[in-house]
């Protein structure tokens, strides 16, 4: 599609963005998307996050959701999708259990800073070695990540998934507490 309408809207943040995260919502062609989704994938890459390291985030319904997942495909990570009620309690249980490598999240989300919020988990889970952020005020500790569509030199090519291996961690409630699903790349396509 990016070669084909590289101009055509690709995603377009809910008109609430303002007042859920503080940013202004916004728009994104294939052609910005996919630049975005390169930028932040080769940051994950420099940071030293090898191909198959899982990366958990904790975001809004917003562009930032959409390309950190993409960009993390596209590095060979594993997302671990994070509800956004999750607290610290929950989101460090969820971090040690699946042993993820980084979070990223956002600074707020409403009323609530899930910059610190994110930082503190981060903090009591013993395999995270990297806090990705999007947002004004970003606490100290957490490495900003913005969405760019211009400027870049170059193209990540995405990383060649072996489609048995999970590509998503997604979590359900028993009764003995949550535990983490993962999903292979051929599950999703036939979800």
């Keep these: 599609t990016v070669l084909r309408q590289p101009d055509a809207i690709a995603l377009i943040d809910p008109p609430n963005k303002q007042r859920v995260t503080g940013d202004t919502p916004r728009q994104l062609t294939f052609a910005q998307a996919d630049q975005a989704i390169s930028g932040i ?3 994950f890459v420099e940071a030293g996050l090898p191909p198959g390291s899982i990366i958990a985030v904790q975001m809004p319904n917003t562009i930032e959701f959409v390309v950190t997942v993409m960009a993390a495909l596209r590095a060979g990570l594993v997302v671990a999708l994070l509800p956004q009620l999750w607290r610290q309690s929950e989101l460090t249980l969820a971090l040690n259990r699946v042993g993820a490598r ?3 999240g956002v600074s707020r989300i ?3 800073d899930h910059g610190e919020l994110t930082l503190h988990a981060a903090a ?3 395999s995270i070695r990297q806090v990705f952020g999007f947002g004004n005020d970003l606490p100290e500790g ?3 990540l913005e969405i760019a569509t211009s400027g870049m030199n170059g193209w990540l090519s995405p990383a ?3 489609a ?5 961690i997604s979590f359900d409630v028993t009764p003995d507490g949550f535990r983490a699903i993962p999903r292979n790349h051929l599950q999703l396509i036939s979800g």
């Design 102 to 104: 980084a979070i990223a």
């Design 110 to 112: 409403e009323i609530v």
């Design 142 to 144: 957490m490495t900003p």
């Design 41 to 43: 994938a080769a940051r």
């Design 160 to 162: 060649l998934p072996d």
């Design 164 to 168: 048995r291996r999970p590509a998503i």
């Design 124 to 126: 009591e889970a013993f």
